[in-house]
């Protein structure tokens, strides 16, 4: 991703900015210090010669203070989406609120390097659907969305909700008498979510869609997965990546979705056939 945001010259300096080059600093001068660490953890052993900076959501709002400016890069990503609830009343003359519930987009996902200038920076990490961001004073940077919430019953064909940097949900399917519908799988930072599946009247949830990688941490990792859709039986769709990496699966019959876990950005599960709760 580098490539969108620095520019190499013939005289070994590197201008900063995607069109134009705004500021130009010779390499050697690039060494950033960052000091005063609030609510936030300092790691320099993981990946030699850097000290990774993590915020996490149990850590509420962080800072940090620039002394030295240089390059840094950095992985901002949005609150995953809550898996839509899943139904189980009404009856077979009146069913509108069977089914089960899409699972939650992911969260946007933005990795980059940048250009940071002396001063302290405020850390917003995003819940539930929530934006993360870095401010410089009052003025906000860097910005990743939120995932959207999966639809539930009583909508006849409950979709996965879109991911923070808008790839669609995959659609539901409707219930009818003696089928119980399913979830679509929330969309990913990297794709979309696919749609519900029928297979012999086993109503199966979406899978959700992929999710982005990373190694900031020095292990890569996927980010931003949609959440699973919700199923009958044990057919609950399962998170983005093939459900390794954060987003959470959907429930089967009477089985709630999980959630996605803390840091990853992943959409919820969708909840299962029956009265359940999406993660």
Same mark, same amino acid.
């Given at each position: ?40 953890? %300092?790691?320099?052993?993981?990946? %030699? ?167 900031? %941490? ?39 979705? %999980? ?21």
């Amino acid at each position: 991703n580098s490539g969108e945001f620095l520019k190499q010259f013939e005289n070994k300096s590197i201008g900063f900015g995607v069109i134009d080059p705004i500021d130009q600093k010779d390499i050697d001068d690039l060494t950033i210090r960052v000091s005063d660490i609030n609510n936030g953890t %300092s790691d320099t052993t993981t990946t %030699s010669g850097y000290n990774i900076i993590t915020f996490n959501n149990n850590n509420n709002n962080g800072s940090f203070t620039v002394e030295s400016p240089g390059l840094i890069e950095y992985l901002v990503v949005g609150g995953g989406g809550d898996g839509g609830d899943g139904g189980g009343g009404g009856n077979f003359i009146n069913n509108q609120f069977r089914g089960s519930g899409g699972g939650g987009g992911g969260g946007e996902v933005i990795n980059k390097f940048g250009y940071f200038k002396s001063g302290t920076y405020t850390v917003t990490v995003g819940t539930q659907a929530s934006e993360s961001k870095i401010k410089e004073g009052q003025y906000t940077i860097i910005n990743a969305r939120g995932g959207k919430f999966g639809n539930y019953p009583p909508a006849f064909k409950p979709s996965g909700g879109n991911s923070g940097n808008d790839n669609k949900g995959g659609i539901g399917l409707g219930h009818d008498q003696g089928n119980f519908g399913a979830g679509g799988g929330g969309g990913g930072a990297g794709d979309n979510g696919e749609d519900a599946r029928d297979s012999n009247d086993n109503y199966i949830g979406g899978n959700g869609g992929n999710g982005i990688l990373s190694n900031i %941490s020095g292990s890569e990792v996927y980010y931003g997965g949609g959440g699973g859709g919700g199923g009958n039986g044990n057919n609950g769709g399962i998170g983005g990546d093939a459900g390794n990496f954060g987003a959470g699966r959907g429930g089967g019959s009477n089985v709630d979705g %999980s959630d996605g876990s803390d840091g990853s950005g992943g959409g919820g599960g969708g909840g299962g056939f029956g009265n359940t709760i999406g993660g």
